[in-house]
Protein backbone atom coordinates (compact mmCIF):
# COMPACT_ATOMS: atom_id res chain seq x y z
CA UNK A 1 0.00 0.00 0.00
CA UNK A 2 2.91 2.69 1.21
CA UNK A 3 5.76 0.89 -0.49
CA UNK A 4 4.57 1.57 -4.22
CA UNK A 5 5.41 5.07 -3.46
CA UNK A 6 8.78 4.60 -2.25
CA UNK A 7 11.94 5.88 -4.33
CA UNK A 8 14.15 3.18 -4.94
CA UNK A 9 17.37 3.62 -6.95
CA UNK A 10 17.89 0.12 -8.62
CA UNK A 11 16.79 -3.56 -7.95
CA UNK A 12 16.89 -4.78 -4.54
CA UNK A 13 18.79 -7.43 -3.25
CA UNK A 14 15.78 -10.45 -2.75
CA UNK A 15 17.30 -10.47 0.88
CA UNK A 16 16.58 -7.31 1.75
CA UNK A 17 13.29 -7.44 -0.08
CA UNK A 18 12.06 -10.32 1.88
CA UNK A 19 13.15 -8.71 4.80
CA UNK A 20 10.86 -5.77 3.61
CA UNK A 21 8.01 -8.28 3.21
CA UNK A 22 8.33 -9.43 6.61
CA UNK A 23 8.52 -5.97 8.16
CA UNK A 24 5.02 -5.34 6.48
CA UNK A 25 3.43 -8.27 7.39
CA UNK A 26 4.40 -8.35 11.37
CA UNK A 27 3.49 -4.17 11.41
CA UNK A 28 -0.38 -5.43 10.69
CA UNK A 29 -2.28 -5.05 13.11
CA UNK A 30 -4.31 -7.65 11.23
CA UNK A 31 -1.93 -10.44 11.33
CA UNK A 32 -0.78 -10.05 14.46
CA UNK A 33 -2.74 -12.30 17.94
CA UNK A 34 -5.32 -13.57 15.34
CA UNK A 35 -7.42 -16.48 15.72
CA UNK A 36 -7.12 -18.83 13.27
CA UNK A 37 -9.20 -22.26 12.94
CA UNK A 38 -7.94 -25.20 10.29
CA UNK A 39 -6.67 -28.98 10.86
CA UNK A 40 -3.13 -29.82 12.01
CA UNK A 41 -1.49 -31.70 9.48
CA UNK A 42 2.53 -33.13 9.43
CA UNK A 43 2.24 -33.01 13.21
CA UNK A 44 6.60 -33.10 14.28
CA UNK A 45 7.86 -32.30 17.69
CA UNK A 46 11.31 -32.61 17.19
CA UNK A 47 14.22 -33.23 19.66
CA UNK A 48 14.79 -29.48 20.11
CA UNK A 49 11.64 -29.50 22.00
CA UNK A 50 9.93 -27.21 19.03
CA UNK A 51 6.85 -28.25 17.14
CA UNK A 52 5.99 -27.82 13.35
CA UNK A 53 3.01 -28.57 11.59
CA UNK A 54 0.94 -27.26 9.10
CA UNK A 55 -2.95 -25.45 9.35
CA UNK A 56 -5.46 -26.45 6.67
CA UNK A 57 -8.26 -26.84 5.43
CA UNK A 58 -10.00 -27.51 1.95
CA UNK A 59 -9.14 -23.62 0.84
CA UNK A 60 -5.43 -23.46 2.25
CA UNK A 61 -2.64 -24.11 4.07
CA UNK A 62 -0.21 -22.44 6.13
CA UNK A 63 3.33 -23.45 8.24
CA UNK A 64 2.99 -23.31 11.19
CA UNK A 65 5.54 -23.58 14.49
CA UNK A 66 5.09 -23.52 18.39
CA UNK A 67 8.21 -22.64 19.94
CA UNK A 68 9.71 -25.10 22.87
CA UNK A 69 7.71 -24.05 25.59
CA UNK A 70 5.58 -21.23 24.50
CA UNK A 71 2.21 -23.08 24.84
CA UNK A 72 0.60 -26.10 26.71
CA UNK A 73 -0.43 -28.81 23.83
CA UNK A 74 -3.53 -30.51 24.60
CA UNK A 75 -2.02 -34.00 24.51
CA UNK A 76 -5.21 -35.20 22.07
CA UNK A 77 -3.82 -32.85 19.44
CA UNK A 78 -2.34 -35.57 16.39
CA UNK A 79 -2.83 -35.40 12.66
CA UNK A 80 -6.18 -34.35 11.34
CA UNK A 81 -7.18 -32.60 14.70
CA UNK A 82 -9.42 -29.71 14.35
CA UNK A 83 -7.76 -27.07 16.06
CA UNK A 84 -7.95 -23.07 16.99
CA UNK A 85 -4.48 -21.19 17.09
CA UNK A 86 -4.07 -18.39 18.00
CA UNK A 87 -0.69 -16.66 15.89
CA UNK A 88 1.44 -13.79 14.40
CA UNK A 89 2.75 -14.13 11.32
CA UNK A 90 6.00 -14.31 10.46
CA UNK A 91 8.72 -14.25 7.45
CA UNK A 92 11.20 -16.83 7.56
CA UNK A 93 13.50 -14.38 5.62
CA UNK A 94 16.50 -17.46 4.73
CA UNK A 95 13.62 -19.31 2.95
CA UNK A 96 10.84 -16.51 1.67
CA UNK A 97 8.38 -18.93 4.26
CA UNK A 98 5.35 -17.32 5.65
CA UNK A 99 4.68 -18.95 8.81
CA UNK A 100 2.61 -18.44 11.89
CA UNK A 101 3.86 -18.56 14.96
CA UNK A 102 1.89 -20.07 17.33
CA UNK A 103 0.88 -18.98 20.73
CA UNK A 104 -1.68 -20.87 21.81
CA UNK A 105 -3.02 -24.18 20.43
CA UNK A 106 -6.72 -25.41 21.59
CA UNK A 107 -8.47 -28.52 20.16
CA UNK A 108 -12.03 -27.43 18.69
CA UNK A 109 -14.32 -28.91 21.26
CA UNK A 110 -18.26 -29.11 21.16
CA UNK A 111 -17.88 -25.09 21.30
CA UNK A 112 -17.26 -24.64 17.76
CA UNK A 113 -14.28 -22.55 16.38
CA UNK A 114 -15.56 -19.90 17.13
CA UNK A 115 -17.41 -19.30 20.50
CA UNK A 116 -13.52 -21.19 21.27
CA UNK A 117 -11.42 -17.96 19.46
CA UNK A 118 -13.92 -15.72 21.30
CA UNK A 119 -13.59 -17.57 24.72
CA UNK A 120 -9.67 -17.44 24.53
CA UNK A 121 -9.85 -13.89 23.24
CA UNK A 122 -11.89 -12.85 26.49
CA UNK A 123 -9.65 -14.62 28.88
CA UNK A 124 -6.86 -13.10 27.20
CA UNK A 125 -7.70 -9.75 27.86
CA UNK A 126 -8.86 -10.82 30.89
CA UNK A 127 -5.31 -11.75 32.15
CA UNK A 128 -3.52 -8.53 30.17
CA UNK A 129 -6.41 -6.37 32.55
CA UNK A 130 -8.04 -4.74 29.33
CA UNK A 131 -11.40 -5.75 31.03
CA UNK A 132 -10.82 -3.81 33.87
CA UNK A 133 -9.24 -1.04 32.14
CA UNK A 134 -10.27 2.45 33.15
CA UNK A 135 -12.95 3.83 31.06
CA UNK A 136 -12.86 6.99 29.19
CA UNK A 137 -16.27 9.25 30.34
CA UNK A 138 -18.26 10.56 27.10
CA UNK A 139 -19.02 14.12 27.04
CA UNK A 140 -21.32 15.61 28.64
CA UNK A 141 -22.16 17.54 25.06
CA UNK A 142 -20.10 15.67 22.33
CA UNK A 143 -19.28 18.23 19.97
CA UNK A 144 -18.46 15.42 17.00
CA UNK A 145 -19.74 12.29 16.91
CA UNK A 146 -18.08 9.53 14.83
CA UNK A 147 -20.57 6.79 13.73
CA UNK A 148 -19.49 3.33 12.49
CA UNK A 149 -22.23 1.03 11.01
CA UNK A 150 -23.34 -0.55 8.21
CA UNK A 151 -24.19 2.37 5.45
CA UNK A 152 -27.91 2.42 4.35
CA UNK A 153 -29.14 0.12 7.66
CA UNK A 154 -31.86 0.21 9.53
CA UNK A 155 -29.97 0.78 12.91
CA UNK A 156 -28.50 4.22 10.99
CA UNK A 157 -31.99 5.16 10.17
CA UNK A 158 -32.83 5.01 13.70
CA UNK A 159 -30.04 6.49 15.42
CA UNK A 160 -30.47 9.47 12.79
CA UNK A 161 -33.47 9.54 13.80
CA UNK A 162 -33.09 9.99 17.52
CA UNK A 163 -30.51 12.14 17.19
CA UNK A 164 -32.74 14.72 15.22
CA UNK A 165 -35.69 14.40 17.90
CA UNK A 166 -33.13 14.75 21.31
CA UNK A 167 -30.42 17.11 19.37
CA UNK A 168 -31.13 18.67 16.12
CA UNK A 169 -28.45 19.04 13.85
CA UNK A 170 -26.01 17.69 16.14
CA UNK A 171 -22.67 17.39 14.33
CA UNK A 172 -22.00 14.03 13.10
CA UNK A 173 -19.71 12.02 10.93
CA UNK A 174 -21.07 8.57 9.79
CA UNK A 175 -18.64 6.38 8.32
CA UNK A 176 -20.26 3.42 6.33
CA UNK A 177 -18.47 0.17 6.47
CA UNK A 178 -19.36 -3.28 5.99
CA UNK A 179 -20.53 -4.83 9.41
CA UNK A 180 -20.94 -8.53 8.41
CA UNK A 181 -18.72 -11.07 6.49
CA UNK A 182 -15.28 -11.88 5.47
CA UNK A 183 -14.36 -7.92 5.29
CA UNK A 184 -16.36 -6.71 8.29
CA UNK A 185 -13.82 -6.43 10.70
CA UNK A 186 -11.11 -5.16 8.29
CA UNK A 187 -13.30 -2.54 7.57
CA UNK A 188 -14.53 -1.31 11.04
CA UNK A 189 -10.67 -1.20 11.71
CA UNK A 190 -10.08 0.89 9.05
CA UNK A 191 -12.88 3.04 9.94
CA UNK A 192 -11.84 3.37 14.16
CA UNK A 193 -8.32 4.15 12.49
CA UNK A 194 -10.00 7.77 10.54
CA UNK A 195 -12.06 8.73 13.22
CA UNK A 196 -8.86 8.46 15.48
CA UNK A 197 -7.53 11.14 12.91
CA UNK A 198 -10.45 12.93 12.78
CA UNK A 199 -9.94 13.23 16.49
CA UNK A 200 -6.87 14.87 15.56
CA UNK A 201 -6.81 18.34 17.00
CA UNK A 202 -4.68 19.51 13.49
CA UNK A 203 -6.69 17.26 11.30
CA UNK A 204 -9.62 18.23 12.68
CA UNK A 205 -8.48 21.84 12.26
CA UNK A 206 -8.11 21.63 8.95
CA UNK A 207 -11.47 20.30 8.45
CA UNK A 208 -12.50 23.30 9.96
CA UNK A 209 -14.86 21.18 12.46
CA UNK A 210 -14.17 20.54 15.92
CA UNK A 211 -11.86 16.81 16.60
CA UNK A 212 -14.12 13.66 16.88
CA UNK A 213 -14.89 13.51 20.35
CA UNK A 214 -16.86 10.29 20.77
CA UNK A 215 -17.01 6.78 18.24
CA UNK A 216 -20.31 5.02 18.18
CA UNK A 217 -19.89 1.53 17.04
CA UNK A 218 -22.40 -1.40 15.89
CA UNK A 219 -24.96 -2.60 13.72
CA UNK A 220 -28.65 -3.82 14.17
CA UNK A 221 -29.28 -7.51 15.30
CA UNK A 222 -28.86 -10.00 13.22
CA UNK A 223 -27.42 -14.26 13.73
CA UNK A 224 -24.44 -14.59 15.97
CA UNK A 225 -22.29 -15.52 12.83
CA UNK A 226 -23.58 -11.99 11.40
CA UNK A 227 -22.19 -9.92 14.71
CA UNK A 228 -19.08 -11.83 14.92
CA UNK A 229 -17.01 -9.07 13.57
CA UNK A 230 -17.12 -7.73 16.71
CA UNK A 231 -15.66 -10.19 18.67
CA UNK A 232 -12.78 -10.70 16.38
CA UNK A 233 -9.22 -9.38 17.90
CA UNK A 234 -8.71 -6.56 15.58
CA UNK A 235 -11.69 -4.98 16.11
CA UNK A 236 -11.31 -5.28 19.86
CA UNK A 237 -7.63 -3.58 19.53
CA UNK A 238 -8.85 -0.72 17.75
CA UNK A 239 -11.07 -0.28 20.15
CA UNK A 240 -9.42 -0.35 23.12
CA UNK A 241 -6.17 1.87 21.48
CA UNK A 242 -9.28 4.36 20.46
CA UNK A 243 -8.18 7.83 22.14
CA UNK A 244 -11.56 8.76 22.25
CA UNK A 245 -14.52 7.13 24.35
CA UNK A 246 -16.03 4.16 22.14
CA UNK A 247 -19.31 2.70 22.27
CA UNK A 248 -20.50 -0.61 21.67
CA UNK A 249 -23.82 -0.40 20.32
CA UNK A 250 -24.52 -4.36 18.72
CA UNK A 251 -27.29 -5.97 18.02
CA UNK A 252 -30.41 -6.44 20.18
CA UNK A 253 -30.32 -6.14 24.27
CA UNK A 254 -29.65 -10.00 25.06
CA UNK A 255 -26.16 -10.04 22.59
CA UNK A 256 -22.86 -9.47 24.60
CA UNK A 257 -20.15 -9.34 22.20
CA UNK A 258 -16.45 -8.81 23.57
CA UNK A 259 -16.76 -5.32 22.23
CA UNK A 260 -19.07 -4.46 24.77
CA UNK A 261 -16.55 -5.67 27.55
CA UNK A 262 -13.63 -3.26 26.21
CA UNK A 263 -15.96 0.02 25.18
CA UNK A 264 -15.91 2.61 27.22
CA UNK A 265 -19.80 2.35 26.91
CA UNK A 266 -22.10 -0.40 26.56
CA UNK A 267 -25.20 0.32 25.03
CA UNK A 268 -27.60 -2.83 24.72
CA UNK A 269 -28.60 -1.43 21.04
CA UNK A 270 -27.52 1.49 18.14
CA UNK A 271 -30.62 3.43 19.63
CA UNK A 272 -29.37 2.87 23.51
CA UNK A 273 -26.44 4.27 22.28
CA UNK A 274 -28.11 7.47 21.07
CA UNK A 275 -30.05 8.00 24.44
CA UNK A 276 -27.00 7.51 26.15
CA UNK A 277 -24.83 9.78 24.94
CA UNK A 278 -26.58 12.56 23.11
CA UNK A 279 -28.71 14.70 25.56
CA UNK A 280 -32.12 16.30 25.15
CA UNK A 281 -31.13 19.82 23.81
CA UNK A 282 -34.53 21.56 25.29
CA UNK A 283 -33.72 19.66 28.76
CA UNK A 284 -30.56 21.40 28.88
CA UNK A 285 -31.57 24.58 27.92
CA UNK A 286 -34.94 24.33 30.28
CA UNK A 287 -32.10 23.42 32.98
CA UNK A 288 -30.05 26.80 31.85
CA UNK A 289 -33.28 28.61 31.61
CA UNK A 290 -33.99 27.65 35.63
CA UNK A 291 -30.27 28.29 36.91
CA UNK A 292 -30.40 31.73 35.22
CA UNK A 293 -33.95 32.57 36.81
CA UNK A 294 -32.64 31.06 39.69
CA UNK A 295 -29.25 33.23 39.96
CA UNK A 296 -31.41 36.64 39.56
CA UNK A 297 -33.76 35.53 41.78
CA UNK A 298 -30.65 34.68 44.79
CA UNK A 299 -28.83 37.89 43.33
CA UNK A 300 -32.10 40.69 43.51
CA UNK A 301 -33.16 38.67 46.90
CA UNK A 302 -29.70 39.71 48.47
CA UNK A 303 -29.80 42.42 47.70
CA UNK A 304 -33.58 43.33 48.40
CA UNK A 305 -32.87 41.70 52.24
CA UNK A 306 -29.76 44.40 52.50
CA UNK A 307 -31.93 47.31 51.41
CA UNK A 308 -35.24 46.11 53.66
CA UNK A 309 -32.22 46.12 56.47
CA UNK A 310 -31.36 49.53 55.84
CA UNK A 311 -35.04 50.83 55.52
CA UNK A 312 -35.32 49.34 58.84
CA UNK A 313 -32.24 50.82 60.38
CA UNK A 314 -32.96 54.08 59.16
CA UNK A 315 -36.43 54.14 60.88
CA UNK A 316 -34.93 53.03 63.86
CA UNK A 317 -32.43 55.73 63.68
CA UNK A 318 -35.00 58.32 63.25
CA UNK A 319 -36.96 57.32 66.77
CA UNK A 320 -33.71 56.50 68.54
CA UNK A 321 -33.82 59.56 70.54
CA UNK A 322 -37.46 60.01 71.33
CA UNK A 323 -37.42 56.19 72.86
CA UNK A 324 -34.52 57.68 75.11
CA UNK A 325 -36.80 60.48 76.47
CA UNK A 326 -39.88 57.97 76.15
CA UNK A 327 -37.83 55.80 78.39
CA UNK A 328 -36.88 58.36 80.82
CA UNK A 329 -40.55 59.68 81.53
CA UNK A 330 -41.95 56.19 81.59
CA UNK A 331 -39.35 55.76 84.56
CA UNK A 332 -39.97 58.67 86.18
CA UNK A 333 -43.90 58.43 86.22
CA UNK A 334 -42.94 55.18 87.51
CA UNK A 335 -40.87 56.66 90.38
CA UNK A 336 -43.50 58.76 91.07
CA UNK A 337 -46.24 56.43 91.11
CA UNK A 338 -44.30 54.34 93.20
CA UNK A 339 -43.77 57.51 95.99
CA UNK A 340 -47.39 58.26 95.62
CA UNK A 341 -47.87 54.75 96.33
CA UNK A 342 -45.16 54.66 99.74
CA UNK A 343 -46.81 58.01 100.96
CA UNK A 344 -50.75 57.14 100.93
CA UNK A 345 -49.65 54.27 102.58
CA UNK A 346 -48.32 56.00 105.23
CA UNK A 347 -50.81 58.17 105.70
CA UNK A 348 -53.63 55.46 105.44
CA UNK A 349 -51.70 53.89 108.26
CA UNK A 350 -51.69 56.79 110.02
CA UNK A 351 -55.15 57.42 109.79
CA UNK A 352 -56.00 53.96 111.16
CA UNK A 353 -53.78 54.24 113.89
CA UNK A 354 -55.70 57.46 114.82
CA UNK A 355 -59.17 56.32 114.43
CA UNK A 356 -58.34 53.28 116.78
CA UNK A 357 -56.59 55.90 119.43
CA UNK A 358 -59.62 58.00 119.03
CA UNK A 359 -61.86 55.21 120.07
CA UNK A 360 -59.41 53.80 122.52
CA UNK A 361 -59.59 57.06 124.05
CA UNK A 362 -63.32 57.75 123.68
CA UNK A 363 -64.05 54.30 125.53
CA UNK A 364 -61.51 55.20 128.45
CA UNK A 365 -62.95 58.64 129.17
CA UNK A 366 -64.52 59.16 132.28
CA UNK A 367 -67.62 60.54 131.27
CA UNK A 368 -68.37 57.09 129.76
CA UNK A 369 -67.89 55.17 133.17
CA UNK A 370 -70.03 57.98 134.45
CA UNK A 371 -72.91 57.48 132.04
CA UNK A 372 -72.95 53.77 133.35
CA UNK A 373 -74.07 55.07 136.36
CA UNK A 374 -70.68 55.09 137.97
CA UNK A 375 -70.02 58.59 139.83
CA UNK A 376 -66.67 60.41 140.71
CA UNK A 377 -66.33 61.36 143.89
CA UNK A 378 -64.30 64.49 144.98
CA UNK A 379 -62.60 66.48 148.37
CA UNK A 380 -63.50 69.73 148.51
CA UNK A 381 -60.05 70.81 146.82
CA UNK A 382 -60.49 68.79 144.05
CA UNK A 383 -58.95 65.47 144.97
CA UNK A 384 -60.65 62.28 143.34
CA UNK A 385 -61.24 59.81 146.07
CA UNK A 386 -59.48 56.36 145.05
CA UNK A 387 -60.20 54.60 148.19
CA UNK A 388 -61.69 54.97 151.95
CA UNK A 389 -58.51 56.37 153.34
CA UNK A 390 -58.51 59.64 151.82
CA UNK A 391 -62.32 60.17 154.04
CA UNK A 392 -62.78 60.85 157.26
CA UNK A 393 -66.06 60.70 159.47
CA UNK A 394 -68.31 63.94 158.45
CA UNK A 395 -65.81 64.96 155.86
CA UNK A 396 -67.96 66.35 153.16
CA UNK A 397 -67.34 65.88 149.50
CA UNK A 398 -68.55 66.23 145.96
CA UNK A 399 -70.08 63.00 144.22
CA UNK A 400 -69.89 63.91 140.12
CA UNK A 401 -72.72 62.33 137.72
CA UNK A 402 -72.89 62.53 133.87
CA UNK A 403 -75.48 65.72 134.02
CA UNK A 404 -74.17 67.37 137.52
CA UNK A 405 -73.43 67.15 140.85
CA UNK A 406 -74.17 66.76 144.22
CA UNK A 407 -72.74 67.19 147.83
CA UNK A 408 -72.49 64.89 150.76
CA UNK A 409 -70.86 64.33 153.42
CA UNK A 410 -69.60 61.27 155.35
CA UNK A 411 -71.58 59.28 157.67
CA UNK A 412 -70.39 55.39 158.30
CA UNK A 413 -66.83 54.25 156.60
CA UNK A 414 -66.45 50.29 155.99
CA UNK A 415 -63.38 49.05 154.58
CA UNK A 416 -63.24 46.02 152.50
CA UNK A 417 -60.42 44.55 155.33
CA UNK A 418 -63.81 45.21 157.78
CA UNK A 419 -66.12 43.07 155.73
CA UNK A 420 -63.55 40.25 155.62
CA UNK B 1 -10.64 21.72 21.86
CA UNK B 2 -10.17 18.72 23.93
CA UNK B 3 -10.95 20.43 26.72
CA UNK B 4 -14.49 21.41 26.09
CA UNK B 5 -16.11 18.58 27.20
CA UNK B 6 -14.34 19.75 30.96
CA UNK B 7 -15.05 23.03 30.22
CA UNK B 8 -19.12 22.83 29.81
CA UNK B 9 -19.25 19.90 32.65
CA UNK B 10 -17.16 21.86 35.09
CA UNK B 11 -19.21 25.23 34.18
CA UNK B 12 -22.14 23.80 34.61
CA UNK B 13 -20.82 22.53 38.34
CA UNK B 14 -19.91 25.23 39.24
CA UNK B 15 -22.82 27.51 38.18
CA UNK B 16 -24.97 24.99 40.18
CA UNK B 17 -22.69 25.48 43.44
CA UNK B 18 -22.82 29.37 42.68
CA UNK B 19 -26.80 29.29 42.33
CA UNK B 20 -26.85 27.32 45.78
CA UNK B 21 -24.75 29.68 47.67
CA UNK B 22 -26.62 32.55 46.40
CA UNK B 23 -29.54 30.55 47.65
CA UNK B 24 -28.25 30.22 50.76
CA UNK B 25 -27.88 33.89 51.55
CA UNK B 26 -26.06 34.98 54.00
CA UNK B 27 -22.84 36.85 52.14
CA UNK B 28 -21.80 40.48 51.63
CA UNK B 29 -22.96 42.40 49.01
CA UNK B 30 -19.50 42.62 47.39
CA UNK B 31 -19.27 38.63 47.27
CA UNK B 32 -23.06 38.14 46.29
CA UNK B 33 -22.15 40.80 43.08
CA UNK B 34 -19.19 38.87 42.66
CA UNK B 35 -20.67 35.65 42.43
CA UNK B 36 -23.48 36.75 40.31
CA UNK B 37 -21.22 37.96 37.97
CA UNK B 38 -19.34 34.85 37.97
CA UNK B 39 -22.32 32.37 37.56
CA UNK B 40 -23.81 34.90 34.61
CA UNK B 41 -20.41 34.26 32.66
CA UNK B 42 -20.60 30.77 33.12
CA UNK B 43 -23.95 30.53 31.81
CA UNK B 44 -22.94 32.58 28.88
CA UNK B 45 -20.40 29.56 28.31
CA UNK B 46 -22.74 26.74 28.70
CA UNK B 47 -25.02 28.32 26.27
CA UNK B 48 -22.19 28.59 24.02
CA UNK B 49 -21.31 24.93 24.25
CA UNK B 50 -24.72 23.75 23.19
CA UNK B 51 -24.37 25.85 20.00
CA UNK B 52 -21.32 24.52 19.29
CA UNK B 53 -22.69 20.95 19.33
CA UNK B 54 -24.36 21.90 16.19
CA UNK B 55 -22.91 21.37 13.09
CA UNK B 56 -22.26 19.77 9.27
CA UNK B 57 -23.93 16.29 8.85
CA UNK B 58 -21.24 13.62 6.97
CA UNK B 59 -22.17 11.01 5.63
CA UNK B 60 -19.94 8.80 3.82
CA UNK B 61 -18.84 5.59 2.66
CA UNK B 62 -15.34 4.06 4.37
CA UNK B 63 -13.49 4.85 0.87
CA UNK B 64 -14.57 7.97 0.50
CA UNK B 65 -13.64 9.16 3.59
CA UNK B 66 -10.19 7.20 3.44
CA UNK B 67 -9.95 9.56 -0.29
CA UNK B 68 -10.76 12.38 1.63
CA UNK B 69 -8.40 12.25 4.62
CA UNK B 70 -5.81 11.20 2.00
CA UNK B 71 -6.00 14.11 0.03
CA UNK B 72 -6.43 16.82 2.78
CA UNK B 73 -2.95 14.82 4.32
CA UNK B 74 -0.36 17.52 4.22
Redesign the interface.
Known amino acids: MTGRGEVTTGPLPVGQFVTMVKRALTSEPLFQRQAIKGEVSQWKSYASGHTYFTLRDNDGQMSAVIWKGRCAIHPSIKEGTEVVVTANVDVYVKRGNIQLIVERIEPVNALGAMEEAKRLLVERLRNEGELDRPRTRPPVIPKHIAIITGAGSAALADMQKLIENRWPGLRRTVIGVLVQGQRASEEIVRALALTRRLADPVVAAQRGEPPVDLVIVGRGGGSPEDLWAFNLEPVIRSIIASPVPVVSAVGHESDLLVSDLVADVRASTPSNAIERTVPVRAELEQWLDELDERLAHATRRTFGDARQRLIGLHARLKVAPLAGINMERRSMLSLQSRLNRATESKLANERTRLASIEASLHTIHPKRVLERGYAMTQTKDGTVVTNTKMLELGQEFSLHFVDGSAEAAVTQIHTMEEEQ | ??E??QT??EA?QR??A??AT??R?G?G?DE??K??EE??AL?KT??A??I???????????DD??QE?QT?AP
Open positions: MTSKYNALEIVLEGMLTLMYGALCQELAAEGRLNELRLLELE
